[in-house]
């Protein structure tokens, strides 16, 4: 197994600042803007755009919350993998709002496609916008691109993508398994 790192722990951090900050340009105070994490992965890096846009933005109101996808899924109840859920937790209507989905790599766009499935049982929003760490741009198979990206790599279908957290994995890293 060869390991190629994508983002250290410090180009990690600048990028979710970089993030943030173009959120900023395009959302100013979040009036009318939520953000919803993916789970299971995507809110680890949803919960540090949260983080981040609260240092940044003291005083703002920004609703955050996390999407299980699980029974969304075209493939739940297929082949022998058990999928088991996460938790769903929006406290919040997405009725009318900019919603910004958050996930952690963006790979070929079905598990996009459940969460906009999913998304539409908390309400219809006004726009829905993605926000991925890392988009595996050729490997698409459904039109799906991200607004706000945080690396764009070019991977063989082989290889993996891996995003370590601090608080999951004991570091920050991205990187890119053969």
């Not at 900019?98 to 929003?125: C, E, H, N, Q």
């Not at 991925?132 to 198979?141: E, G």
């Amino acid at each position: 197994m060869v390991l190629k790192t994508i983002l250290n722990g410090k180009q990690l951090a600048i990028t979710i600042d970089r993030l943030c900050h173009q959120l900023i340009e395009n959302h100013l105070q979040f009036e009318n803007t939520v953000l919803i994490g993916l789970q299971p992965r995507g809110i680890y890096l949803g919960d540090r755009i949260y983080e981040t846009l609260k240092k940044l933005l003291p005083g703002a109101i920004i609703h955050y919350g996390k999407l299980d996808i699980t029974f969304y899924r075209d493939d739940y109840n297929k082949g022998k993998t058990l999928h088991v859920p996460s938790e769903t937790n929006i406290n919040f209507s997405i009725e009318n709002k900019k919603v910004v989905l958050i996930d952690d790599v963006l790979y070929t766009g079905r598990t996009i496609r459940s969460a906009l499935d999913a998304m539409l049982d908390f309400g219809r929003p006004a726009s829905v916008e993605l926000l991925a760490l890392i988009d595996r741009r050729f490997s698409r198979q459904l039109p799906i691109q991200p607004d706000y990206t945080g690396r764009t790599i070019d991977a063989l279908i082989s290889q993996k993508v891996r995003v370590l957290w601090e608080q999951r994995d004991g570091k920050d890293e991205v990187i890119l398994v053969d």
